[in-house]
C-alpha cells in the first residue's frame, strides 16, 4: 500500500465501501460555479498494479496484519546483518525497459549498501542488487492482477521467489490460501506444500502457512517459529520475572548455606570445649 500525505482536499468524500476494495486517487472537477472540487476516483486495473505517489491502494484488517507481521518477524530475522533489507510499501523502479514500477507489499533484497539510508523508491540500477523475494496479500478487488499479471510482470523482472496470501469467505467461514512460485531458469514453477501446508521459501530460509489466521514463518533449519516484537517483548518479560525468581531462591539458598555454615562453627567449636573440659578432669 502507497502511503502518501496528501493535502487536504477542497471537498473530499468519505471512501464508500467500494472505494476501500478498488483504492482510489483525488482528481480535480471543475465546478459550473468556476471552484474547484476534489474528488475521489476508483483506481483502474493498471494504477493498481502500477501506483505512482498519492494513489491510495485498497486494504483491509487482514491485509495489514499479514503484511505487518511479515515485515516484524523479518525485520527482526535480519536485524543484524547490514547487507539485508525488508521493505514495504516502497515503489521498485526496475532495470528492465517498458518494466513500470511496481509497489508490493512487502520484498526482502540482499546484498544492499547503506541499508539504514531513507529511500522513497528503490532503485534496482542504483542499489546494483534486485529483490529476491516478494509478498503480496490479495486484493479482493484485484484477484486477477495479484494472481496473475503481477505474476508475469514479476517473473519478467527476475524475482527469485513470489508468494500470494489470499483470504475468500466461504458459507461464512474464512478460507485461507498460501500460493509460491519459484524462478527456474527464467520461469515460474509452483512451490509444493509440504503436508502442514507450508511453503518452502529457499531465498529466505522459511517455511511460509497461514495458521488460525496468522501468518506463520518457521526456520528450515531449525523448525523454530519467526517470533514477532511483541512475542519477544512477552518472553524477554518471562525470563526476567524468572531469573529475578531464581536469583531469589539462590539468596535464599545462600542465607541457609551462611546459616549452616555458623552453626556448624559453633558446634565444632562446643565440641572443643568439651574436650578441653574432659581433658582436664583427667588431668586433675
Known sequence: M??????????????????????????????PDG????????????????PEEGYTLPSNSFHEDVTSDARDMLRGRYEEDPTVGVFTDMSIEWDIPDLRKHCPDLFV????????QYRSTFVVRDEAVRP???????SPGYRKEDKQTKLLQYEQAGI??????????????AIYEVLG????????????????????????GLWV????????????????????????KARSTEWEASSTKWEAISQELSAENQELKAQK???????????????????S
Request: hydrophobic share 35%; with cysteine.
Open 209 to 232: 502457512s497461514m495458521q488460525d489466521g496468522r501468518l506463520v514463518l518457521e526456520d528450515m533449519e531449525t523448525g523454530e517459529r519467526l517470533l514477532k516484537s511483541t512475542e519477544w
Open 2 to 31: 502507497v502511503n502518501t500525505e496528501l493535502l487536504p482536499p477542497a471537498v473530499a468524500t468519505e471512501p464508500s465501501v467500494d472505494l476501500a476494495e478498488t483504492g482510489w486517487r483525488y482528481v480535480e472537477e471543475v465546478q
Open 265 to 283: 562453627q559453633e558446634l565444632e567449636t562446643r565440641l572443643r570445649e568439651m574436650e578441653a573440659e574432659r581433658e582436664g578432669r583427667r588431668s
Open 160 to 173: 527469485s521467489e513470489y508468494v500470494i496470501i489470499d483470504r475468500r469467505t466461504r458459507r461464512g467461514q
Open 109 to 116: 533484497a540482499f546484498g544492499i549498501r547503506n541499508k539504514e
Open 132 to 138: 529476491v523475494f516478494v509478498l503480496e496479500v490479495v
Open 35 to 50: 471552484t474547484i472540487k476534489n474528488i475521489q476516483v476508483p483506481l483502474t486495473s493498471m494504477e493498481f498494479l502500477h
Open 181 to 204: 512460485y519459484r524462478l527456474v531458469t527464467g520461469r515460474y514453477l509452483p512451490m509444493i506444500a509440504d503436508d502442514d501446508g507450508r511453503i518452502p521459501c529457499e531465498t529466505i
